[in-house]
């Protein structure tokens, strides 16, 4: 079946300009969870939803980086202002239940170039 | 979570068995040893998980010291696709409600280099 997708694959933007990174879960896997990964470095947690809400967002850096879930589906990651710091594969992951965290299914991620 | 060590490079020979090594010595009881790899431009992968059992499946096998200090994961035939970086993830277990278990920590990783 298909697996997470997230769009865009890449994305340039200039410094200060507001982003939205979207993705798509596998259908009916209920927790979702977005990562940020620098160059050189493991992927870090940033925010983890279970259905619509977010019960984990500690990991966002600041609060120009907001997510939502509205439907317990699809997710979208907003920066706002961005900076060239942000600049990073946004990768987002999914797994069945709250119950089930075993593996989690990674998408491909978007890179993210602030200029 | 426990904190983990894992060397930044190792080179295998195609068809040779990459053993990849892993240390977790503040590892705590209730906390499993995942492992994840990540092939260029792509996302993590799940490899495999256990407790204190050795474990196999269609992937790998992990072997996990009786202290559960460490643990070696074995690709028992590497193939140049499974160049990659490997992660070496400990973790608190499901139902856990007092830790954060859903979260990946993720460190650098090894960088596996399987040559022809």
């Known amino acids: 079946g298909a697996g997470v997708s997230q769009t865009p694959s890449n994305k340039v933007t200039e410094k200060g300009k507001y982003v939205e990174l979207r993705c798509d879960p596998i259908?009916?896997?209920?927790?979702l969870y977005w990562y940020r990964q620098s160059l050189g470095q493991g992927p870090e947690f940033l925010i983890y939803?279970?259905?619509?809400?977010?019960?984990?967002d500690s990991g966002l850096p600041n609060d120009r980086f907001f997510a939502v879930r509205p439907e317990g589906s699809v997710s979208t990651l907003k920066i706002q202002r961005t900076e060239r710091g942000d600049s990073a594969v946004y990768l987002c992951?999914?797994?069945?239940?709250?119950?089930?965290?075993?593996?989690?299914?990674f998408g491909p991620g978007t890179r993210l170039t602030v200029l | 979570d426990a904190k983990t060590t894992q060397p930044p490079s190792m080179d295998c020979a195609e068809g040779r068995a990459a053993n990849l090594p892993c240390n977790h010595s503040?590892?705590?009881?209730?906390?499993?040893v995942y492992w994840y790899r990540q092939i260029h431009s792509q996302g993590p992968q799940y490899i495999i998980h256990?407790?204190?059992n050795n474990e196999t499946n269609e992937m790998a096998s992990l072997i996990i010291t009786e202290d559960r200090k460490s643990s070696t994961l074995i690709l028992p035939h590497a193939t140049l696709r499974d160049t990659a970086v490997y992660y070496c993830?400990?973790?608190?277990?499901?139902?856990?409600?007092?830790?954060?278990?859903?979260?990946?920590?993720f460190g650098k990783g090894t960088l596996l280099t399987v040559n022809p």
């Open positions: 993830i400990v973790r608190s277990g499901l139902g856990n409600s007092g830790g954060s278990n859903y979260k990946l920590t």
């Open positions: 256990g407790l204190k």
């Open positions: 503040t590892i705590s009881g209730n906390e499993y």
């Open positions: 992951a999914s797994s069945p239940n709250r119950v089930n965290y075993n593996e989690q299914f």
């Open positions: 259908s009916g896997h209920t927790a």
């Open positions: 939803f279970q259905g619509t809400g977010a019960a984990d």
